[in-house]
């Protein structure tokens, strides 16, 4: 299983990007997909997560505008849609695949140890 995480980049204020995780080795509509980020000299700090059904979850930070996105593009890839971005969303930011569970409630994957496996990151830098 491989996810390889793309698309980040230097914006300016209010401006948009759509991070890209590509990955091989699995099937996303059966995995929840999460973004997680990183900022510099901060925790990991969770994203969103969704479901191939188009339910997602999403931290109250970025709320409104950041969607996750499924079909959209190459097959088995995951978007992330950012805009109005902050330079507080600066950091860099990872995907994430976790097996979706039957009954299970979004509490469940907000933690990286939930997820089974990872990309590498990529940068997203907002400049003010």
């Known amino acids: 299983v491989q996810l390889q995480a793309s698309g980040g980049g230097l914006v300016q204020t209010g401006g948009s990007l759509r991070l890209s995780c590509a990955t091989s080795g699995l099937a996303v509509s059966t995995y929840i997909m999460g973004w997680f980020r990183q900022a510099p000299g901060k925790e990991p700090e969770f994203v969103g997560a969704?479901?191939?059904?188009?339910?997602?979850?999403y931290a109250d930070s970025v709320k409104g505008r950041f969607t996750i996105i499924y079909r959209d593009g190459a097959k088995n890839t995951v978007y992330l849609q950012m805009n109005s971005l902050k330079p507080e969303d600066t950091a860099v930011y990872f995907c994430?695949?976790?097996?979706?569970?039957?009954?299970?409630?979004?509490?469940?994957?907000?933690?990286?140890?939930?997820?089974?496996?990872w990309g590498q990151g990529t940068l997203v830098t907002v400049s003010s």
């Open positions: 994430a695949a976790a097996r979706s569970h039957v009954g299970s409630s979004w509490s469940s994957y907000l933690k990286g140890d939930s997820y089974d496996h």
């Open positions: 969704a479901r191939w059904s188009a339910s997602a979850y």
